[in-house]
């Protein structure tokens, strides 16, 4: 039994990290149109940060991507909120509070949510090669993203 049960964490870590992935196209709070496949063509990794309005450790990451990495930096950052019954107008006043320039994606039904995040915890985030591979998640706020993210932004 316990043979099977590290068979399959050692299975599900291997498919996590090596697997592709879920691409999705959808429109920004701005109005634009986003995909992640158009956007990986741009040669750089995308960080998809899935948060919602009323998660403080949400939007402590939101706030340190956008002191840490800048507008310039060597990863595209695209944050999806996933609250449920919240609309545009709910969601402005938070970006405008904390000056939020990543584009957002309003996910409410939980369509690319799911796609990435079976337990639906939040904050959680996703690191994206330019050749669209998952290269890490990270469940809660978490320094080490941070710093991950920071040698993406000194090797540009």
């Known amino acids: 039994m316990k043979a099977l049960a590290l068979l399959s964490v050692a299975l599900f870590c291997s498919t996590v990290f090596s697997a592709q992935a879920p691409t999705f196209q959808?429109?920004?709070?701005?109005?634009?149109?986003?995909?992640?496949?158009?956007k990986l063509k741009e040669g750089k990794p995308v960080l998809v940060s899935f948060w919602a309005t009323w998660c403080q450790p949400c939007l402590d990451e939101l706030n340190s991507l956008k002191t840490k990495l800048g507008k310039d930096s060597g990863v595209e950052v695209?944050?999806?909120?996933?609250?449920?019954?919240?609309?545009?107008?709910?969601?402005?006043?938070?970006?405008?509070?904390?000056?939020?320039?990543?584009?957002?994606?309003?996910?409410?039904?939980?369509?690319?949510?799911?796609?990435?995040?079976?337990?639906?915890?939040?904050?959680?985030?996703?690191?994206i090669s330019a050749k669209g591979e998952i290269l890490a998640t990270y469940a809660g706020y978490s320094e080490e993203m941070m710093t991950k993210l920071e040698t993406f932004k000194k090797t540009k």
């Open 26 to 38: 959808s429109e920004t709070l701005s109005g634009a149109s986003y995909s992640l496949k158009e």
């Open 78 to 127: 695209i944050a999806v909120n996933v609250d449920t019954s919240e609309t545009s107008s709910d969601v402005r006043p938070t970006i405008r509070l904390h000056s939020i320039e990543f584009p957002i994606i309003l996910d409410p039904t939980h369509q690319i949510f799911a796609k990435y995040n079976a337990t639906k915890a939040v904050p959680y985030s996703v690191l």
